[in-house]
């Protein structure tokens, strides 16, 4: 007697050629000396003008959200489109001085789109 | 993986200030860094001193961030010459010379650096980013530097500093990407201070905005890295190798005073 036909596996595969549209960077200003920190606005308009100083107007037109900003730690979340990732991660990464007192931007995880569990680049613990 | 790796922090500081950058570097993912001893011709009397080794600096390195082991902390002299007499260094065996885990040269005339490409005993050539070049880069010793292992270095710190700095380095990071295609480069601060250091990832973010391809730039600060690393440490192993093959030979034609040429014809 013949076993039961077993209907074959049948799957689907979903190609997403549309890529992710923003890429997020969760980012730390360090800025060590004991002076006032920045508020959101400061954060945002030194964000600008890193960009405008390493990419000119074309990169200070650049569109980057700040979606949350902390100011006891001066850690963010940027968002940027992703054709922008390159421009933004370099100019933060260049940037040297906030009013003269020295200062790094420490990028510590970069996501193209959705949740934090899981990322393609870096992952550094605060 | 290759660890990343930051091969020139400058050694002239105080103790403590070293300790800090070594923490930074370490913090920030850095599985290795060479501290690096300059050397400038220019100014009268310099002798190679012996390296300081780094276990009597250090008593305890930091652990990178992300491993369990500690950061490796490796000696670098870097030559400034500006004339040919003072490459003679390197041909001689200096003792203290071969003490030195990577050797770097800083050549400023285009003379100088093609000689450095193709003749010089070194792991690094350093590509100034403080001022315009000024010589052009040519294509043969170019080839022939990739051909012999030898890799290009770039720093990073002083586009940080200055932005006239920032014009210079992205200008001469490209006219060198230009030549050599992107294949062995070198990136790395020259930070003096902690934050001067930058990330990994950020720096290899670096090398695509001089050119680089994403696997090239990751390269530049992984891979390339761990490659000088072992060149310089070939160096520090034999000169050459010399090895016997025994070859058979047969007794009934030895009489016969023929050349080996021939010989080799007639036996077929």
């Avoid at chain 1, 700040?66 to 850690?75: A, D, I």
């Avoid at chain 2, 100088?112 to 590509?127: E, K, M, P, S």
Wanted: contains cysteine.
């Amino acid at each position: 007697m013949e076993p039961p036909a077993v209907p074959a596996a049948t799957f689907e595969r979903r190609v997403v050629r549309s890529g992710a549209e923003h890429h997020y960077l969760r980012v730390r200003l360090e800025l060590p000396d004991g002076g006032a920190r920045p508020n959101v606005a400061q954060f945002k308009q030194l964000v600008v003008s890193a960009l405008r100083e390493l990419h000119g107007e074309v990169g200070a037109a650049l569109p980057v959200d700040v979606l949350t900003y902390e100011e006891k730690t001066l850690s963010a979340i940027l968002r940027v489109i992703s054709s922008g990732l390159v421009k933004l991660w370099s100019a933060l990464t260049l940037l040297g001085f906030y009013q003269n007192r020295r200062c790094a931007f420490r990028v510590l995880q970069v996501k193209p789109c959705g949740g934090w569990t899981a990322s393609p680049v870096c992952q550094f613990s605060l | 993986m290759a660890g990343f790796a930051d091969l020139s922090l400058p050694q002239g500081l105080d103790k403590k200030s070293l300790q800090s950058l070594l923490e930074a570097a370490a913090h920030l993912g850095y599985s290795a860094v060479a501290l690096n001893h300059v050397v400038d011709f220019k100014e009268k009397k310099q002798e190679i001193v012996k390296p300081v080794s780094p276990s009597e600096l250090f008593p305890s390195l930091p652990i990178v961030q992300g491993t369990s082991k500690r950061i490796k902390v490796l000696t670098r002299l870097t030559l400034v010459v500006s004339d040919p007499s003072h490459c003679n260094l390197l041909r001689s065996t200096s003792a203290n010379i071969r003490l030195y885990d990577i050797i770097a040269v800083f050549p400023k005339t285009e003379k100088l650096f093609h000689i450095a490409c193709t003749t010089l005993d070194v792991d690094l050539v350093c590509i100034n980013v403080t001022e315009k070049l000024p010589f052009y880069f040519r294509r043969p010793p170019v080839n022939m530097a990739i051909d012999r292992g030898i890799y290009f270095e770039l720093l990073y710190s002083p586009a940080i500093k200055d932005s006239t700095m920032r014009r210079y380095t992205i200008s001469n990071a490209i006219s060198l990407m230009q030549i050599c295609k992107g294949k062995n480069i070198v990136i790395s601060s020259a930070a003096e201070r902690p934050l001067e250091l930058r990330g990994p990832y950020d720096v290899a973010n670096l090398g695509l905005l001089f050119g680089l391809s994403e696997s090239e730039a990751k390269a530049a600060v992984s891979t390339n890295c761990r490659a000088t690393i072992l060149h310089g440490e070939t160096r520090k192993s034999a000169c050459g190798v010399v090895y016997t093959v025994k070859k058979p030979r047969k007794v009934e034609e030895e009489e016969t005073p023929l050349p080996a040429c021939k010989k080799a014809k007639t036996q077929a």
